[in-house]
């Protein structure tokens, strides 16, 4: 006879809960041992969650002990002339003995119909299972880019400030707030400033196959403001150590020097807003650096 299947819950992650979670995930993603989810909760800890949404996400408990867990972070982000509810489906991770209830916690993690959730780094062997999920492609690949050589040449004078301080030019205060908690967060907040209006862009490091530095593109209000300003924003990074820039997107983007590649670190929404290519503002990459 088989022996009876083990009572299992799901429920929120807690503060309780904060160690067992990061010793189940360092042992599922060795990439990053327990003080990086440590320090990864203490981000979130420290992040505007929208009401009625988890503060860190959904876990699976089997007699007390911690056997699955999938993060989430909940924001609120502009749409329009409003704010809407958006959520990055993160780590998910299951106990491999336990591993046929993982569903639960994808299907708690989705309950809510009025949010938008964005998975930003599928394995390539979970694409097909969120794709039955409802999860859709928004994004097919990245650029990389050598912005000192790309861009626009207008003749225009800009200025490229720290994100902290206030642009001589109009800006939407928004993105003032947005810039100063990026830079919190450890990543490049800049403004790139025109006599008419002040443009916001955020960067978070990353190590190409572990040592080549790049600067990921965060955010921008839109990827046209990007390849007009490359370079002198190019110049502020390289500055830094980063003289290449990674840019979502589903071609080549004209304007900008460098290599497409197309089915790299593709990107999947599912919900009423679709994501826009330019906008990862409060997600694993900008609060987690992954």
């Known amino acids: 006879m088989q022996s009876p299947a083990p009572p299992l819950r799901c429920r929120q992650i807690e503060e309780r809960d904060l160690a067992a979670v990061a010793a189940l995930l360092a042992q599922g993603f060795?990439?990053?041992?327990?003080?990086?989810?440590?320090?990864?909760?203490?981000?979130?800890?420290?992040?505007?969650?929208?009401?009625?949404l988890p503060k860190y996400g959904y876990l699976l408990e089997s007699d007390g002990r911690v056997i699955g867990?999938?993060?989430?972070?909940?924001?609120?982000?502009?749409?329009?002339?409003?704010?809407?509810?958006?959520?990055?489906?993160?780590?998910?991770?299951?106990?491999?003995?336990?591993?046929?209830?993982?569903?639960?916690?994808?299907?708690?993690?989705?309950?809510?119909?009025?949010?938008?959730?964005?998975?930003?780094?599928?394995?390539?062997?979970?694409?097909?299972?969120?794709?039955?999920?409802?999860?859709?492609?928004?994004?097919d690949g990245i650029m990389v880019a050598v912005p000192m050589l790309s861009g626009l040449s207008s003749g225009a004078k800009i200025a490229v400030l720290d994100g902290a301080r206030k642009p001589p030019a109009s800006f939407d205060p928004r993105d003032q707030d947005m810039l100063l908690k990026h830079a919190a967060l450890g990543c490049v907040s800049l403004w790139c400033a025109t006599a008419e209006r002040a443009h916001p862009?955020?960067?978070?490091?990353?190590?190409?196959?572990?040592?080549?530095?790049?600067?990921?593109?965060?955010?921008?209000?839109?990827?046209?403001?990007?390849?007009?300003?490359?370079?002198?924003?190019?110049?502020?990074?390289?500055?830094?150590?980063?003289?290449?820039?990674?840019?979502?997107?589903?071609?080549?983007?004209?304007?900008?020097?460098?290599?497409?590649?197309?089915?790299?670190?593709?990107?999947?929404?599912?919900g009423p807003q679709p994501p826009r290519l330019g906008d990862l503002a409060y997600t694993e990459h900008a609060v987690m650096g992954v």
Not at 95 to 122: E, G, I
Not at 202 to 212: K, L, S, W, Y
Not at 218 to 239: E, H, K, M, Q
Not at 258 to 269: D, E, H, L
């Open 30 to 52: 060795r990439t990053h041992d327990q003080k990086f989810w440590l320090e990864a909760f203490a981000q979130l800890r420290r992040h505007a969650t929208p009401q009625g």
């Open 69 to 139: 867990a999938i993060l989430l972070i909940c924001s609120l982000v502009p749409a329009g002339d409003k704010d809407a509810a958006r959520c990055n489906l993160s780590s998910w991770y299951v106990d491999p003995a336990f591993r046929a209830y993982a569903p639960m916690l994808v299907s708690q993690a989705l309950r809510h119909k009025d949010v938008t959730y964005v998975n930003l780094s599928p394995a390539p062997h979970t694409r097909p299972i969120i794709e039955a999920q409802g999860f859709a492609r928004y994004c």
């Open 201 to 270: 862009f955020v960067f978070r490091t990353r190590f190409v196959r572990g040592i080549i530095p790049c600067a990921q593109l965060i955010y921008c209000s839109d990827v046209a403001d990007f390849v007009r300003f490359a370079r002198p924003i190019g110049r502020v990074l390289a500055r830094r150590g980063l003289p290449f820039v990674i840019i979502d997107a589903n071609a080549p983007i004209p304007g900008l020097v460098g290599w497409y590649s197309r089915g790299n670190m593709p990107k999947y929404f599912k």
